[in-house]
Every structure is written in C-alpha cells, then in structure tokens.
C-alpha cells in the first residue's frame, strides 16, 4: 500500500501525498526524537522534513523506499539543526534520486504545480509569519540569519514564525483544493511578468512613471537593514548598477497574497566580475496593488 501510495504522490496526487506523510509519520518522529529527544526541536525536523517531501516527491526514483527517503530526509534535518548549520533542508539520499538529476519537461511541471500549491497554502498564514515562510521554502536567501537581517527582527523570533507558519501550513494543506494551486500558478506567472517588466524599465526612461504606478507615494525602502529611504532610492540604485555596465535578471518569484518576493541576478561585466554581489532580494508588502514597504537584501551567493 506504501508502495501505491507514495507512486501516486509522485505523479503529482496530492491527496496521495497526504495519505503517503500519515503512513510514514510516526516512523519520522521516531527518527526525530531519537536524535533531539522529545520537544519542538523533534517536530520542527519533521514538519520540515514533510515540505522538503512535498517540493521533491517527484524525484523519488524508488516508490517501495518511500519510508526510509522519508526518514533519510528527517535524520539530515536533525544532524544539521545539531552543526547549527544555516541550510534549508535537503537531505534527500542520493541513493534513491534518478542517476541523472536534470528534470525533464513534465517533472518541471510537476514541481511548479506542487509549489504553487503550497504558496497558496501559505497564503491563510499571518502576514509576519507568511514573510518568513515565504523566504525559508521558496528563495534562496533561507537561512535563519539571512531571514531575520531582512524581517529586522532576531533569529529567535524567525524560528518561532517557522514553528507556526509549519504547523498551520500543515494543517491548510490537508484542506487544499486542487483548484486552488491552478489559480496560484496565474498568480505567480502574472508577477513573474510584471517583474520582469519592471526590471525592463529600469533601464530606460519610464523608469520613473513605472515606480510612482507600482509604488505608494510614500513607499518605505529599506537596504539589508541599514539603509533606508524612499522611492528615489530605487532610482540611485539603478543608475548606479547599470552605469557600470552591470545588468539585472530575474530568476524566481513567490507571491502570497499581499506579500511579493523577487530574486534578482547581478551579471557583472568581464572587466568588473566583483563589482556587484551575485543577487537581490525584494521582499514587497502590498496595499491596494502598489508596493507599501520595501526590503531589500544583497544575495552573497546561492549556497543552502
């Protein structure tokens, strides 16, 4: 039955899927209790271990290991919470992915479906807890450090968000309909459009019109927690970037109701290959459609 179950779930069934995380769940527990001893500890790694699964399922090579990819995933959890390590859980044993890890057409398809359907999971979570959420599972600037330097609060606080945000998610999945992540997915290539756009326009002259349209008149900008300021701030930072002959691309999206992510690439010209750091990140808080509040955040580099 494990078998069936976790070959549906890899097809893209999320009820399957459900079902697949309540078959192995005590068995995850165990594992996780058995390294970290009883508490919260114990059962962030699992809750952990479940989105890890939900965002990966399709990679799972062998449907009958199922439970010990399950189980594999929860002890990386445990041993990485134990090094203190900053990384989003990974941990899924190399063993068990297919020898040639580069999706194909349908899996990309597959995992797009999966995570849109969790972002539309997330988006019933408080707004504070959504910006943590949000930053931990779906962009690479997921360390606890990175997260709390950007949110502007302590790490402590961004681990207790993650706590909630991991159990109500869990709780929102299981109520999931599958109509809900079709509407996420226009949603999140509706903003992917409108980013990229935007980055166009950035370089040429309406860049101003475009930010007094996407922007509150009175927009708070702020720059990896240091530096604030207001809309003209954007227009410095581009002049800036593209006078050097550094160019902006877009590589990832997440949106959740009023809250936008972008993840932006820096390509640095050959003659100043360290001018600009690797990324950007923008975390934008929505009022009414224009951007209220701006965070800002330079990616050092994409290692997890």
């Given at each position: 039955?494990?078998?069936?179950?976790?070959?549906?779930?890899?097809?893209?069934?999320?009820?399957?899927?459900?079902?697949?995380?309540?078959?192995?769940?005590?068995?995850?527990?165990?594992?996780?209790?058995?390294?970290?001893?009883?508490?919260?500890?114990?059962?962030?790694?699992?809750?952990?271990?479940?989105?890890t699964?939900?965002r990966?399922?399709?990679?799972?090579q062998?449907?009958?290991?199922?439970?010990?990819w399950?189980?594999?995933?929860?002890?990386?959890?445990?041993?990485?919470?134990?090094?203190?390590?900053?990384?989003?859980?990974?941990?899924?044993?190399?063993?068990?992915?297919?020898?040639?890890?580069?999706?194909?057409?349908?899996?990309i398809?597959?995992?797009?479906?999966?995570?849109?359907?969790?972002?539309?999971?997330?988006?019933?979570?408080?707004?504070?807890?959504?910006?943590?959420?949000?930053l931990?599972?779906?962009?690479?600037?997921?360390?606890?450090?990175?997260?709390?330097?950007?949110?502007?609060?302590?790490?402590?606080?961004?681990?207790?968000?993650?706590?909630d945000?991991?159990?109500?998610?869990?709780r929102?999945?299981?109520?999931?309909?599958?109509?809900?992540?079709?509407?996420?997915?226009?949603?999140?290539?509706?903003?992917?459009?409108?980013?990229?756009?935007?980055?166009?326009?950035s370089?040429d002259?309406?860049?101003?019109?475009l930010?007094?349209?996407?922007?509150?008149?009175?927009?708070?900008?702020?720059?990896?927690?240091?530096?604030?300021?207001?809309?003209?701030?954007?227009?410095?930072?581009?002049?800036?970037?593209?006078?050097?002959?550094?160019?902006?691309t877009?590589?990832?999206?997440?949106?959740?109701?009023?809250?936008?992510?972008?993840?932006?690439?820096?390509?640095?010209?050959?003659?100043?290959?360290g001018?600009?750091?690797?990324?950007?990140?923008?975390?934008?808080?929505?009022?009414?459609?224009?951007?209220?509040?701006?965070?800002?955040?330079?990616?050092?580099?994409?290692?997890?």
């Amino acid at each position: 039955m494990n078998s069936e179950t976790a070959r549906a779930a890899r097809s893209g069934d999320q009820d399957a899927f459900a079902l697949l995380i309540s078959e192995n769940l005590a068995g995850m527990r165990a594992v996780a209790m058995a390294t970290l001893g009883p508490g919260d500890e114990a059962e962030d790694a699992v809750q952990d271990a479940v989105l890890t699964a939900l965002r990966k399922i399709s990679q799972l090579q062998d449907p009958a290991a199922a439970g010990p990819w399950l189980k594999a995933i929860v002890r990386n959890n445990c041993r990485m919470l134990l090094r203190s390590l900053r990384a989003v859980p990974v941990g899924d044993p190399e063993s068990l992915l297919p020898a040639d890890p580069t999706p194909g057409p349908e899996e990309i398809l597959e995992q797009a479906a999966t995570r849109d359907w969790v972002r539309a999971a997330v988006s019933v979570l408080p707004e504070p807890v959504r910006e943590v959420t949000l930053l931990r599972y779906f962009t690479a600037h997921s360390s606890y450090a990175q997260i709390a330097d950007l949110c502007a609060v302590p790490v402590d606080t961004v681990r207790s968000r993650l706590r909630d945000g991991r159990r109500a998610l869990e709780r929102a999945l299981r109520g999931s309909a599958p109509t809900v992540f079709e509407e996420a997915q226009a949603q999140a290539a509706a903003v992917r459009r409108e980013a990229a756009d935007f980055l166009r326009a950035s370089r040429d002259d309406g860049f101003d019109g475009l930010i007094r349209e996407r922007f509150h008149p009175h927009v708070a900008l702020t720059l990896t927690s240091s530096l604030s300021g207001d809309s003209a701030m954007l227009r410095t930072m581009a002049d800036f970037t593209y006078g050097a002959g550094v160019l902006l691309t877009l590589s990832e999206v997440a949106v959740s109701r009023d809250l936008l992510i972008w993840e932006t690439d820096f390509v640095n010209p050959p003659d100043k290959p360290g001018h600009c750091p690797p990324g950007l990140v923008w975390l934008h808080s929505m009022r009414r459609g224009r951007t209220q509040r701006l965070r800002l955040a330079y990616r050092l580099d994409r290692t997890v």
